[in-house]
């Protein structure tokens, strides 16, 4: 895939997970991302699908849902990870949308936008389809803008005829995978009544994924007649459950609500990880560090605690050690593009611009999802004598944001400053050509 077509499939992602009026943003984690990936494996491999290529991806949002808008990203948001009761719920949503993607519906929704009589439609199918097989996104971007609305009603509401074979798909998956098909029954009942409720009131997840009774009945039968799978889940799905939401919950969860449960933590590397987050955010910087070396004693290689080190030090205004625990944590991670952005972050704060860029331009290589990669990016490159460079970085992060005011502003400088014609002036032209369409769709 291009890089531009990354950048618009991105900003079409941004918009159809926006509510109307504000933007949610993404939990970019690298440990909660590669416990989540854990947990979904065996569920993916089971649905015929590569780990490798669908990533789960958290939402920053309380309410209920988990959803999918492609073929290679599971959507699910804060709220409803911290509301599951264990592994086996989770890998249930998992096999639930998995098979969405498996039966095709998003792919049918590409030919209903395109059949649309407007234009927003068959924006939408056009960057969609481009961005999926890699195509030139110039004079196709600029059209997908502005689809929160429709994105939502034709990407995000399933028929009842697609939810019935998403759920048989879903606990045949589930049984390949050796997971009990139980908990998608314990996954629904969360939802049990959402029906009576008027639509406003009802958790996006019941929106989207229509729930009635005769839904639950026919689940329900489906489930008894499975072969059974007795035992507890696999400890190793355990732990990275727990891992998973104990470090989500420290971070999004007041520090007082975290220390009084901390002892009840699942595992000694866990009540440590949580305990350094919560006392760090107090904060409370010298028993958070202790409380970090301790967990870097216990897992010395574990890249996430080193990761989860150098941002500890890096925000307690300690950056040549963040320098060094980044660092540590890439050479056991190499190729993560999370831990890559924290370690360019950590450069740019030690006074390392010109060493910082260099870091920083592979973790945006590797994933272009992270607005903060962008922004430290930005300041790279004006540090180190690289103004139009800096320019259209910021107007694509803006457009990744949904603030189109400024991505124009600063594109349209941007274009200014580079050389007519080059890669980075083409960039340009395609914010100035977006964040106008948008603009123009919000008057």
């Not at 205004?317 to 950590?346: F, S």
């Not at 430290?376 to 460079?389: I, R």
């Not at 990744?400 to 032209?429: C, I, N, V, Y």
């Amino acid at each position: 895939m291009t890089y531009m077509a990354r950048l618009a499939l991105t900003a079409i992602l941004s918009l159809m997970i926006a509510l109307p009026a504000q933007a949610r943003g993404l939990v970019r984690d690298p440990d909660i991302e590669h416990a989540l990936g854990q947990l979904a494996a065996p569920v993916l491999t089971a649905a015929g699908l590569s780990p490798s290529q669908v990533r789960i991806l958290v939402i920053d949002d309380p309410s209920l849902n988990a959803f999918i808008v492609d073929n290679r990203h599971i959507f699910v948001n804060s709220g409803m990870l911290l509301k599951l009761d264990g592994p086996a719920q989770f890998q249930a949503i998992v096999a639930h949308e998995a098979a969405h993607i498996q039966n095709g519906h998003i792919a049918r929704r590409l030919q209903s936008a395109q059949r649309a009589n407007s234009v927003t439609g068959l924006g939408m199918a056009l960057a969609l389809a481009a961005a999926v097989s890699g195509a030139d996104m110039r004079g196709v971007s600029g059209a997908a803008i502005g689809v929160a609305g429709s994105a939502q009603r034709i990407f995000m509401s399933h028929t009842r005829a697609e939810e019935s074979s998403a759920d048989a798909a879903a606990i045949r998956y589930m049984l390949r995978a050796g997971v009990d098909p139980r908990a998608f029954l314990d996954v629904l009942n969360i939802f049990r009544g959402q029906e009576l409720l008027s639509r406003g009131r009802q958790d996006p997840y019941a929106v989207t994924h229509p729930l009635s009774r005769d839904r639950l009945r026919a689940i329900s039968a489906l489930v008894e007649t499975a072969d059974p799978i007795g035992g507890d889940p696999a400890p190793e799905a355990e732990y990275w459950f727990a891992r998973a939401l104990g470090k989500l919950s420290a971070f999004s969860r007041a520090s007082t609500w975290t220390l009084r449960r901390v002892d009840r933590s699942a595992t000694e590397d866990i009540r440590l990880m949580r305990s350094a987050i919560a006392h760090h955010r107090k904060p409370d910087t010298r028993r958070a560090i202790a409380d970090i070396d301790r967990l870097v004693a216990l897992r010395p290689r574990d890249p996430f605690v080193h990761e989860l080190r150098g941002q500890i030090l890096l925000e307690s205004r300690q950056a040549g050690a963040a320098v060094a625990a980044y660092k540590r944590a890439g050479e056991l991670a190499p190729g993560n593009a999370l831990i890559m952005g924290g370690h360019g972050r950590a450069l740019l704060a030690a006074g390392n611009a010109s060493a910082a860029r260099d870091v920083l331009e592979r973790a945006r290589a590797r994933d272009f999802r992270d607005p903060r990669i962008l922004r430290d990016l930005s300041v790279a490159y004006a540090k180190t004598g690289a103004p139009g460079q800096a320019s259209v970085t910021t107007a694509e992060r803006y457009a990744l944001l949904g603030r189109f005011e400024d991505a124009l502003l600063h594109a349209k400088r941007a274009e200014g400053l580079l050389p007519r014609g080059s890669r980075a002036s083409l960039r340009a032209q395609d914010v100035i050509s977006a964040a106008e369409a948008a603009l123009n769709k919000r008057r």
